[in-house]
């Protein structure tokens, strides 16, 4: 059993950045050089481990996290692909709940990108260590200087270059390692050379520039500094460490993942610079041991064709096949299956798992991401990754009515697997709602459910459900309900003012009869027919809300009066007097917050009055404008991807039902 010393040899780290930054290759190299893998997989031609799932290899992106563990000068490295599509971003968060430290890598030509600036934040409100590596290098345009910039004054971080790049773009051959003072080339194969005669002048510059920022950051190598000596490699490798684990600062890397350059030295940055279980806190009531009690936390549930696989990152205790577990949450116990090393779909058993690992485990059938899991004798609650409140909606239904059954149980296994995605039924148009955080999120959702159920699925726009209310009401309508077919027949007169209420006020009912000619049990009876005929309006058979209904006068009859009677007359006298109403159509609005640039707003609020939007509010915070706004909600259909167009992915919405207005 591996002892508290040996935590220190184990990385959680996770991959973090926009999409098509370069995530997924860097993971396939970090494989191959590892030995993980023996051969190099390639995204554009499918073959890659991490993105394992047809529609991952046909879009060319990462949509599902993928969890893989390999071997690095003496320690394991357990490593997460994250997407980097903003539609997925629930996935990178539940990543980042369980991460000790991440690589957040940056295209040399864009530098800092909108989604990258956004899993950024996450991780800062997460209080994850970083290094950085700009990559793709070898392209036209590409910049080191230029990435470091823009990460510095998007990201308001201090970047601490370690390398200088050897050659430009197509040039680009390899990078000198400014702690060591020596190249590092990829020219066939990975070598460690002298420095170039011709940057050994800008390489001993920029060692100068790192010894000096580092300086004004940690006190043991500003004493250095301060001596006139060159700062020792040791103590620098020991300040930037020191430095990565506080989050003061951020060192920064850089290669060609494509070209199979920079993906050692990243490696070993790992080793060195980012933190072990043992360096991060431990979770309350738990040391990071494998002799104290179990505490793991559940962070991805998956189904396969071999069963549910429930993904576990263990802070405490040891974890072995056929324990008992408890579900803290739920107070339920449940019993463990296999525990499984993970290679993305690839699974290789161990015979147990203890703190610091991430592994899979087969044969738990309730727990849910987010789920704590503990000895039984020992219940400990740990804190689970916030679930996003998804943004768009749309319909799905079985095209065979057969298979309704079906697809309630495929979609009810999707909201399982992902918490950003919901399905409710809609009581009133009677649609099956699937909501989600974007529209590629839920075509990715249908697509799911289509290829593995086999199932014939349609999706569309959802409908919205309208009201009618009365805008100017009526008084003294009279209705007789007289019938007489032999046995005991039927006697109702009643009497009704209907006036206007607001429409969130919905129906208010009340009897000014005096004299006893409604008996009470009729009046309420009266009541339940007038709330009968709210049920379709006359304008186009929608709820109707917002009016007060006033019983003023009515006769009984001494044998044919009953309730069934009274009833129906109240339902037939309120349908005549809507009809002699002015009626007006209601649709649901919603009150939105949107948060965008500065320099986006103009466009903002253009589109928000094309969608018949109404801004009631907006507010500057630092940098970024929030308007308050309330939109009609069959308008907000699609209004995610086209907020993230306009604002290049940096703009974000929330909204909440706010009741209904006139159309």
Known sequence: MRD??????????????????????????????????????????????????????????????????CAWDGHRVNLIDTPGHVDFADEVERSLRVLDGAIAVFDGVAGVEPQSEAVWRRADHHGVPRIAFVNKLDRAGADLDAAVASIRDRLRVTPLAVQLPIGREDGFTGVVDLLRMRALVWDGAYEERPVPAELLEEARRRRGLLEEAVAELHPAVLEEFCAGAPVGEATLRAALRDLTLARRAVVVLCGSAYRDRGIEPLLDAVVAYLP???DVPAVPGRAADPTQPLAALVFKVHSTGGGRLTYLRLYAGTLRKGDAVLDAGAGRTERAGRV??????????????????????????????????????????????????????MAVEARRSVDAGRLAGALARLAEEDPSLSVRADPETGQTVLSGMGELHLEVAVEKIRRERGLDVAAGRPRV????????????????????????????????????????AGFAFRSAVTGGRVPR??????????????????????????????????????KDSSEAAFRTAGALALRQALRACAMVLLEPVAEVTVTVPDDAVGGVLGDLAARRGRVTGSAARGGTAVVTATVPLAELFGYATRLRSRTQGRGAFTSRPAGYAPV
């Open 4 to 69: 508290t010393n040996q935590l220190g040899l184990v990385r959680n780290l996770g991959i973090l950045a926009h999409v098509d930054a370069g995530k997924t290759t860097i993971t396939e190299r970090v494989l191959y050089v590892t030995g993980a893998t023996h051969r190099r997989g390639e995204v554009h031609d499918g073959t890659t481990v991490t993105d394992y799932d047809a529609q991952e290899r046909e879009r060319g992106i990462t949509i599902f996290a993928a969890a893989v563990t």
């Open 521 to 558: 049990e009729y009046v309420r009876a009266v009541e339940a027919g007038c709330r009968d005929a709210l049920a379709a309006g006359p304008l186009g058979g929608h709820p109707v809300t917002g009016l007060r209904v006033t019983l003023t006068d009515g006769a009984t009859h001494v």
């Open 465 to 504: 459900a309208h009201r009618e209310t009365v805008a100017r009401g009526v008084t003294g309508v009279l209705y007789r309900h007289v019938k007489q077919d032999g046995g005991a027949g039927q006697f109702a007169h009643v009497q009704l003012d209907v006036e206007p209420l607001d429409a969130a």
């Open 340 to 393: 499984l090393r993970v290679r993305a779909d690839r699974h290789a058993e161990v015979d147990r798992a203890v703190a610091g690992d991430i592994v899979a485990v087969t044969g738990l059938k309730a727990a849910r991401p987010g789920a704590t899991l503990c000895a039984p004798d020992a219940p400990l609650v740990l804190e689970p990754p916030a679930a996003a409140e998804p943004v768009v909606s």
């Open 276 to 278: 072990s279980p043992l």
